[in-house]
């Protein structure tokens, strides 16, 4: 069967009865969306203020392939493992944005038989948070329009404005546009563009803010462009952070939903790993700390972006601990590091695994030794892994220090995981580790991104255009302390998507700097990395349908 098709067949429960048997959460401190989900009151969540907070588990990968890697699948599998094995635990994954659905990905609800339900709504419009985050993001950028019509009395330079617009599907027609064509009625014309939803700062302020107040003081310091003397201008000085905070005062309510094996799970937020910091919502993973003694969270693409985020921007900005990795690898993929093409990899290639192996080495190198962290390697099983690949790749990981486990939870959901389970409770409840950033906080802004560059990617220098440098240096002054999200392809250590393997000694040219100055970090392009994808030569839209029914079909 189809994911979709295993997804519409779960016995699901009703949401409020799920949280009320497993952690007595009364019915009044959920908003349920239908039966089987429901957002959890902020009151509520500052109820659990005091509790003590369980531990903290990331699950990570090796550098994304079309093969696939299954991190959501695995993040799921391993929740119901553990649940399984008595261990009180919940898991926290980010919301599925609409251009990938319908792009190249397909859904993003896990796999098999490790999946969040009901997948139809999580994939498409779930509760409506994306769309409120857009709507937020547009208004600004309405408003920002509206004050130059009417007089521009902050004195906006219209040359000088940063802030796009965004919408929720990929769509390469919108990058580069201009607006108010069409005579002085509809304003003064200027050249904009979109970025994909997922990419906004709104939705980056989404993941991070703590509570409504916080949610409005950093909407509010926004930076939507500069005047003629070149100083900021912020989304307060337009009054627009009130109307905007409005607009998401539901959306910030984490999201409750459930797995197949009806274990409670969260789904909230989803800004992208290789254009933003790629982590579910701090409030969600916070409130499953309080709620669980064990909590399993994932971030984006490769150990390379989504993991270096969470650590050096999501963990310090919310003060947050985890105790272990989990490092999701298949040899599907590997064997494509090394060399193999994709229609090749269901053949046994003992040479390609060992060759492809050097992508897997470099991100358990710096998961402990750069992040700190103990890890456990996770082999998610394909029915074409070969014994002899599955033997010479725990016997790599051994020799590299690390702990290999072989896990079939795509098949079998949290029993396949038992192992992989117990591996992963033994590590974080006897040799916990303590995370370490890639940089500090007082280093310049140049030297935080050459730090991530040449310690995690290889990279042997970095290099900026003059403007870009100047620009560092302005920012500098006022926001030097904050850390960098650097943008770049998700395919490769590189900035080149074609380099498989782990590429050493190149070149990471810094084609552009943006502030999010509301998020609290520095955005750093990397050469033409793209902040609206577009959609492939056959799409999965062209594949997704719905029946007279009205269910859907051919959502992964």
């Known amino acids: ?88 635990t919940l898991i926290c994954l980010r919301e599925p944005s609409l251009g990938p659905c319908f792009g190249v990905k397909g859904g993003a609800a896990g796999g098999g038989h490790a999946q969040v339900v009901p997948m139809e709504d999580i994939n498409l419009h779930f509760t409506g948070d994306f769309h409120a985050i857009g709507a937020a993001h547009n208004l600004l950028s309405a408003m920002v329009d509206n004050h130059i019509n009417h007089g521009n009395s902050l004195g906006i330079d219209i040359r000088r404005i940063t802030w796009k617009r965004v919408v929720d599907m990929n769509d390469r027609a919108l990058r580069d546009i201009v607006i108010a064509m069409g005579g002085t009625a509809n ?14 700062e709104v939705m980056a302020i989404f993941c991070l803010a703590t509570s409504l107040k916080d949610l409005k003081e950093r909407l509010g310091s926004i930076v939507i462009g500069y005047t003629g003397e070149q100083k900021p201008v912020l989304a307060r000085q337009l009054n627009a952070h009130g109307a905007m905070a409005a607009l ?14 009806n274990n409670l799970a969260f789904v909230h937020g989803g800004p992208f790993a290789n254009i933003a910091h790629g982590c579910n919502s701090v409030s969600a993973t916070q409130t499953a700390l309080k709620l669980a003694d064990y909590t399993i969270t994932e971030a984006g693409f490769g150990a390379d972006l989504g993991a270096e985020k969470f650590i050096d921007i999501k963990c310090r900005k919310a003060g947050l601990n985890p105790s272990a990795v989990v490092l999701v690898a298949t040899i599907r993929a590997l064997k494509f590091h090394g060399g193999v093409a994709k229609e090749d990899l269901n053949n046994e290639n003992l040479e390609a695994l060992e060759k492809g192996m050097v992508n897997l080495e470099r991100h358990l190198n710096n998961i402990t030794k750069h992040y700190g962290l103990p890890c456990v390697v996770c082999v998610n099983h394909f029915t074409h892994d070969t014994e002899a690949e599955v033997k010479l790749l725990s016997e790599k990981v051994e020799a590299l220090g ?30 916990p580790g303590k995370h370490t950033y890639v940089y500090e906080d007082d280093q310049p802004l140049f030297d935080k991104i050459e730090a991530v560059a040449t310690k995690i990617y290889g990279a042997s220098e970095v290099t ?13 002054k006022d926001y030097g302390k904050l850390p960098v999200c650097i943008a770049k392809t998700q395919m490769s250590f590189s900035t080149d998507p074609t380099l498989r393997g782990a590429p050493s000694g190149h ?21 033409n990395m793209m ?6 030569k056959v799409p999965s839209a062209e594949k997704i349908d719905v029946d007279d029914k009205g269910n859907i079909e051919g959502l992964f």
């Not at 429960?13 to 239908?34: N, R, S, V």
């Not at 117990?422 to 006897?430: F, I, L």
């Not at 609290?520 to 990397?526: R, S």
């Open 1 to 88: 069967m189809s994911d979709i098709e295993i997804a519409q067949k779960a016995k699901k429960k009703p949401i409020i009865e799920l949280a009320k048997d497993h952690y007595g959460i009364a019915a009044e401190h959920l908003e349920p969306y239908g039966h089987y989900k429901a957002k959890m009151s902020l009151d509520y969540i500052d109820s659990l203020s005091k509790q003590k907070d369980g531990k903290l588990i990331l699950v990570t990968a090796i550098s994304p392939t079309p093969a696939g890697e299954g991190k959501t699948t695995t993040t799921v599998g391993l929740g119901d493992a553990m649940n399984r094995l008595g261990k009180k």
């Open 187 to 200: 304003g003064y014309p200027r050249q904009d563009g979109y970025d994909i939803t997922v990419a906004s």
């Open 248 to 261: 998401l005062k539901d959306a910030i309510k984490p999201n409750l939903v459930q797995t197949l094996e």
């Open 402 to 431: 690390g702990k290999c486990v072989v896990s079939k939870h795509w098949a079998d959901g949290g029993k396949g995981a038992e192992d992989l389970a117990k591996a992963v409770v033994d590590v974080v409840d006897n040799k």
């Open 464 to 476: 900026a255009p003059p403007k870009v440098m100047a620009q560092l240096k302005e920012l500098d």
């Open 507 to 527: 070149t990471v040219e810094i084609s552009e700097v943006r502030l999010s100055a509301g998020a609290g970090f520095i955005v750093a392009i990397c050469g």
């Open 531 to 536: 902040t609206m994808p577009g959609l492939p």
